[in-house]
């Protein structure tokens, strides 16, 4: 391994692909200081203006595994650029709005940029020297909790002193930055796999995607025993088997199934599921903790400008954990470093169940929490870059990603139906009880500790292939894939 400094063109490419990864994560919460307002400012029903969140989820879980597989197919330096570009016509759009439909319309745009962060992890792989990729990767991965951390206050900053619009106008302004860095410094990888596009893939999952996490996210406004609540479920359960049917027997499909399944990689995309969840978990309380009335007993009557700079430092600690999970995964792999980081955010949901009275016991949770998340994702493109060929590096990762979306989707889910039914009166008002926010806290926990466990199955990492840590049985079939 060499031991020479990076160069100054390896730090640009890892900088500019990290800025658009926190750029697009920042859109995830864009719109949370002004949800309450979107009725009014949009002039449409609460139930109708809630689409403007779900629409850019439905979007997101749709797109990110496309652009995976078109990237691995047609250049992922160009995908990523497509990605950008949607990012920054979605904020103009939203920026222009004063109605519901072209909110929801910039919404969809921007939901599609979420391909960015898997894109950007798998151009690493194909340019970074093997000393500088688990640092890398682990930063680009982390840049997902970075953003949303990072980006709430900085949202309720400016919803506080600024027109709405503002919000939306500084999403595309730093879209337009991150498109220009990207332009001028990323290289086109030479890695692909070429073929066709597997369209009637490309159908059949985002139907089943839609159909489940529009299930998930709209089950509590719905009901989750009503017709259509059960009948998206019902539908999903129908579409998805058949959509893997088509992959399993189409020559170039999206989805590879076939190494989806392989242990190393199945087992690391359930325990995202999990660890998705548990990251969640802590965005879905914490804030909530601090605004609620003083008069509650337990909530804080903060700001959402305060709520969201307790949130910030959580941001910075992932960062700063960028390079520490990756020292651990060379040293221990990666397997190690994700479960080291699950057990970190239980210990953080742990810890905040009883501290929960005071600003600074959540400024100390979230720290805790974020440098768990910083771990378990900072070794996820590791454990997944190391069970795939190289070819397939955009398409794996893109679904890794999906499935962590996943996870935050359930725990949105399942925190609202505890919040909704653990409920305290308040002046006449029905609020989260205390115990119903230490039960969402108790839940993280649990879907840490989980996560902990389903890792475990991982197979240990025992060789080397290009400075990578592959897993036992794998090693051969990267090496050949390599000489193909």
Known sequence: MSSHPPSPRTNSVVAVLAFAGIVVSLMQTLVIPIVPELPRLLDAPASDTAWAVTATLLAAAVATPVMGRLGDMYGKRRMLLVSVVLLVSGSVVCALSDSLVPMIVGRVLQGLASGVIPLGISIMRDELPAERLGSATALMSASLGIGGALGLPAAALIADNFDWHVLFWTSAGMGVVALGCVLL????????????????????????????????????????????????????????????????????????????????VLVTNLASIAVGFAMFAMSLVIPQLLQLPSRTGYGLGKSMLVAGL??????????????????????????????????????????????????????????????????????????????????????????????????????????????????????????????????????????????????????????TVGGEPVAEGAAERVGATAKS
């Open 185 to 264: 410094v990323v290289p086109e990888s030479k890695v692909r796999t070429g073929g066709r596009f597997d369209l009637v893939g490309g159908m059949g999952m985002a139907a089943g995607l839609v159909c489940l996490l529009l299930g998930i996210s709209k089950g509590a406004d719905w009901g989750w025993t009503s017709g259509t609540t059960l009948g998206l479920f019902a539908a999903a359960v129908v579409i998805l088997p058949a959509w893997g049917w088509w992959e399993l027997r189409t020559d170039q499909p999206l989805v590879d199934l076939r190494t989806t399944a392989r242990r190393q």
């Open 310 to 463: 307790c949130m910030a430092p959580s941001g910075l600690v992932m960062m700063a954990t960028a390079p520490v999970s990756a020292a651990i995964s060379r040293a221990k792999g990666p397997k190690a470093t994700l479960m080291i980081g699950v057990l970190i955010v239980a210990a953080g949901y742990s810890l905040n169940i009883v501290l929960m009275s005071e600003v600074w016991h959540f400024i100390l949770v979230a720290c805790v929490i974020g440098a768990g998340v910083g771990f378990g994702y900072g070794s996820m493109p590791a454990l997944i870059m190391s069970a795939v060929p190289a070819s397939e590096t955009a398409a794996a990762n893109s679904l890794n990603t999906l499935m962590r979306s996943l996870g935050t989707s359930m725990a949105s889910a399942v925190a609202g139906v505890i919040l909704a039914q653990m409920t305290t009166d308040l002046g006449g008002y029905a609020l989260p009880s205390e115990n119903a926010f230490k039960v969402v806290l108790a839940v993280g926990a649990g879907a840490a500790l989980l996560a902990f466990v389903v890792a475990s199955f991982i197979p240990r990492q025992t060789v």
